[in-house]
């Protein structure tokens, strides 16, 4: 049974432990400084990172998807359009943001997912590309290229989150909730499944398990979490425009998932958390945010092919050969 | 006796070239059967028309009564389950994972559990190891899995494409006695196709040998392992 140490998952690894107290040591620092700054990062990574984490779903079945960005903008324009024409509460609002981006994700999925790997990869960028024309096609609705400004804020049961230090709370609540949700669906017979399809399709096709089925609904799942995640970042900054789904916030979503371990059920986080401050600590870097993001991915492809998560189990490897 | 796999007439194309000319045997039910032959004789190309992968250009196969329909997943439906050739195992689950993929079909989860240990009854080393990662594990331990997988379907008629390849010796006639076990306990129909025609013929009931897309023998297993053309063609004697 000397082998078997590597892979066995049992609920608590030391090192699971350590990543934990890592997160929540993080998720902690504004209230330490108590920088309005620092408190605006921390939404900004878990806004990131609950898109990320639902862009980690998608890749849990083998597939990228360049179209993240557009499902957070249908997530965004729904529950803005809701709240500010039809008087819905904001916190109604996101859950339909989510409603809907995974309904289109769920209706479209079906004819896309027959494409893999890299022409799946080119139709969901054309997809993303589209929905940035169309919203621009339609200034009644997306307000056009100067977008729509004055959102409302979340408010919880008539209490507004007005301010930095209220609304982090409640990004960490969410955040948590779709963590939580990626770990059910890992642990449970679904993510056996996602797995079995990722790995062999063939394979998994042959021993009963509906691949269709299986992708659509990690599609569906992904990009549901997209549009709670957009609608979030709507409400939260107040402004949105077609630009602000563009398919360079794709990319971005991309990065971080990569960069923090495609497959890693802590990946998204990692990668968020590490991604998003980083343009923003570097002082008048903010332009260059796609550059640092290049050499980041360059460097992560080929140093830590695992990602960030898988970071630790490399060191200890090597220490152990060395 | 009833067979439990016909397979009649079988003539199946790539492209050009014809594969099979026309291959008909019985599997009887409950028995091993064992298709030897050597490379390129078409043992493949059965077992791939049986799995509904090929379109056979004429012949049919039977399940007990029912006709197969040449589409990926009809056979399984009727209780035919493949282990495939080269160990073809989800590298990164772990083993009990992957025996658990074996019986999606199977939507009673008490009839799963029961299945579950009588896997792990015939391979105690895949109890062991059934946390460990199913790319880690040894050739034969592979092997065992890729079994177990299948068995784990519930199948009537079990599909062994070449399980002794690139085993070692002992492993192998272990795999063979474990094989015999499984079948004489489950009455379940298992067929058998291998280059290693002495393992298999030893173990078969019924066996057919087939060379370049033609059924040139069948008879007992023992009455081939006898046979002067098989000895000389196969075993080396």
Redesign the interface.
């Known amino acids: 049974?000397s082998?078997?140490a590597?892979?066995?998952?049992p609920a608590f690894q030391p090192m699971t432990v350590v990543w934990i107290a890592g997160i929540v040591l993080a998720a902690l620092i504004p209230w330490f400084t108590g920088s309005v700054f620092h408190f605006h990062i921390a939404i900004m990574v878990c806004i990131s990172a609950m898109a990320t984490g639902g862009l980690a779903v998608i890749a849990w079945v083998g597939q990228l998807s360049l179209a993240h960005a557009a499902f957070a903008g249908i997530g965004a324009y729904t529950s803005v359009l809701l709240v500010t024409r039809l008087d819905v509460p904001v916190l109604l609002g996101l859950p339909a943001g989510a409603l809907v981006a995974g309904a289109v994700a769920f209706i479209i999925g079906a004819p896309l997912l027959r494409l893999r790997g890299v022409y799946f990869v080119l139709i969901t960028f054309a997809l993303n590309e589209l929905f940035r024309l169309i919203m621009l096609d339609i200034p009644e609705f997306s307000g056009g290229s100067s977008g729509i400004a004055g959102i409302p804020k979340i408010s919880l049961f008539g209490v507004t989150l007005s301010n930095y230090q209220s609304v982090y709370p409640f990004a960490l609540f969410c955040l948590a909730l779709v963590m939580g949700l990626l770990v059910l669906i890992r642990r449970g017979q679904l993510g056996?499944?996602f797995?079995?399809v990722e790995?062999?399709l063939a394979?998994?096709?042959?021993?009963?398990?509906p691949t269709a089925k299986t992708q659509t609904i990690a599609f569906t799942i992904g990009s549901a979490i997209a549009g709670f995640s957009g609608a979030f970042l709507a409400h939260y900054v107040g402004f949105i425009s077609p630009e602000t789904f563009g398919f360079q916030l794709s990319v971005s979503y991309v990065i971080m998932l990569v960069t923090g371990g495609r497959l890693a059920l802590w990946g998204p986080l990692v990668g968020a958390l590490f991604l998003t401050p980083l343009p923003e600590f570097l002082r008048g870097a903010v332009e260059y945010q796609h550059v640092i993001y290049g050499v980041v991915l360059i460097a992560v492809l080929r140093f830590l092919p695992r990602g960030l998560a898988g970071l630790p189990r490399q060191l200890s490897r090597k220490g152990g050969r060395g | 006796m009833r067979s439990d796999l016909s397979v009649r007439n079988l003539v199946v194309n790539y492209g050009p070239v014809r594969a099979l000319h026309g291959v008909s045997f019985d599997v009887p039910e409950g028995q091993i059967a064992a298709l030897v032959g050597s490379n390129g004789a078409g043992k493949s190309t059965v077992l791939k028309s049986i799995c509904g992968l090929l379109k056979p250009v004429e012949g049919e196969i039977r399940v007990g009564e029912e006709v197969m329909k040449p589409r990926p997943g009809d056979p399984l439906r009727h209780g035919v389950a493949l282990s495939p050739e080269g160990r073809r195992l989800f590298g990164r689950l772990s083993v009990e994972e992957n025996l658990m993929m074996g019986a999606y079909t199977v939507k009673d989860a008490a009839a799963r559990d029961d299945m579950l240990d009588r896997v792990y009854g015939y391979f105690p080393r895949l109890k062991e190891r059934r946390r460990q990662m199913a790319g880690s594990l040894s050739g034969g331990e592979q092997q065992m899995c890729a079994i177990g997988r299948a068995l784990m379907a519930q199948p009537r008629v079990l599909l062994l494409d070449e399980p002794s390849l690139g085993i070692a010796p002992i492993i192998v006639a272990e795999l063979a006695k474990i094989i015999e076990e499984i079948s004489r306990d489950t009455s379940m129909t298992v067929l058998l196709v291998e280059q290693n025609a002495q393992m298999a013929l030893s173990i078969a009931a019924t066996g057919v040998v087939l060379e370049t897309g033609n059924v040139v023998l069948t008879g007992t297993g023992r009455e081939l392992l006898a046979s002067p053309e098989v000895r000389a063609a196969y075993l080396g004697t």
């Not at chain 1, 590597?6 to 998952?9: L, N, V």
């Open positions: 049974m082998m078997s590597t892979s066995s998952a056996r499944r797995a079995a790995e062999n394979l998994a096709e042959s021993s009963g398990i």
